[in-house]
Structure formats: C-alpha cells, structure tokens
C-alpha cells in the first residue's frame, strides 16, 4: 500500500509564496516521476509541474518563472514552491508520483489533495 500525504496549502494574499510538501510512504521501492497537479473550481485538473527521477523538470507555462518543483528521494518527498502568487493560482493542489512498490507493482498515485487560496 502506497500513500501521498500532501501539506502546506491555506490562504496567502496576492504576490505571497507557498511551499507545499507531499510525502509518499508505504511499501515503495522505487519512486519515478513526481509531479503537482491542480483543480480550480469549475475547471479540470491541470498539470503543473513534473520532476524525473534524475530531477528534470517542466513546469506548465502559466507557472513558469514562478514556480520550482524539486524533490528529496531520500525523504520520499516532493515540494513545490509558489512564489508571486496570483489570485487564479486559487485551486487544490494534489501530487502524483509513479510508483515501484516492494512486490514489484508499478502505479500511479495521487494524494488527497491541499487547498491554495490566493486573495488578490
């Protein structure tokens, strides 16, 4: 069993930074790709940013320039700082990681999600 606990969302004003944390933990052996996805009321989700592995990245262009994805493997954790915030950066955010688990499984998670709230 594998599972994605998200942090760090709340409510920031316009221009604030946010750092969230997801940190994946159960039977895992190797964790691939990470990445944060968004959901804006109304709207689909959307990617935002994604990480190998070996720590290459790419990032959505409406993020691009302020935004930084990186990750610990040794902590299992992905991070995603936010700075410059605006106000349509208001939406949940949720991790996603390819996974390898111990019995030799391979899929795709997600967390439960963490609300970002940007006031302009």
């Known amino acids: 069993q594998v599972q994605l606990v998200e942090s760090g969302g709340g409510l920031v004003q316009a221009g604030g930074s946010l750092r969230l944390s997801c940190l994946a933990s159960?039977?895992?052996?190797?964790?691939?790709?990470m990445a944060w996805y968004r959901q804006a009321p109304g709207k689909q989700r959307e990617l935002v940013a994604t990480i190998s592995s070996g720590g290459t990245t790419n990032y959505a262009d409406s993020v691009k320039g302020r935004t930084t994805i990186s990750r610990d493997n040794a902590k299992n954790t992905v991070y995603l700082q936010m700075n410059s915030l605006k106000p349509e950066d208001t939406a949940v955010y949720y991790c996603?990681?390819?996974?390898?688990?111990?019995?030799?499984?391979?899929?795709?998670?997600w967390g439960q999600g963490t609300q970002v709230i940007v006031s302009s």
């Open positions: 159960g039977n895992i052996f190797v964790i691939n790709a």
């Open positions: 996603n990681a390819d996974i390898l688990t111990r019995l030799m499984t391979r899929g795709n998670y």
